[in-house]
């Protein structure tokens, strides 16, 4: 019984909470995504990526890190060495410890998708 009771305590000191939803195409700030798209750009895929970024928070009131969807991307295309995503699902989670008095807290934001690299093409003019 003893047990019991602290196994239910310690597993109400943990909430979690989590969404996810999908994108078509993720790239860097830095790039013009609708001159890529409107362009005569073709791409190779890279594979199958992850990246995943998180904030912290110490008793709410002291944040450190970085949980946004673009800093996960980023660690997901550092790794692989490609220029953007596709077919991305992102998932955000909150996780609390003993969350009625938020002592300790963090949030993460992970991305999965396919790493392109995009090969420019030089355009070709019209015949004459």
Not at 10 to 33: D, F, H, K, Y
Not at 95 to 121: D, M
Request: aromatic share 8%.
């Amino acid at each position: 019984m003893k047990r019991a009771v602290i196994s239910l305590l310690l597993a109400l000191s943990l909430v979690a909470c989590s969404t996810t939803s999908n994108i078509g195409l993720m790239t860097r700030p830095t790039s013009e995504p609708l001159g890529l798209l409107s362009g005569n750009t073709t791409y190779k895929e890279v594979g199958f990526v992850t990246g995943q970024a998180c904030r912290y928070f110490l008793i709410a009131l002291i944040p450190w890190g970085d949980s946004t969807p673009a800093a996960a991307m980023d660690e997901a295309l550092a790794l692989s060495g490609g220029d953007a995503l596709i077919n991305v699902s992102v998932t955000t989670s909150l996780y609390g410890f003993v969350p009625i008095y938020n002592v300790f807290s963090f949030s993460c934001t992970t991305v999965h998708g396919v790493a392109v690299s995009f090969e420019t093409e030089p355009l070709r003019s019209e015949p004459e």
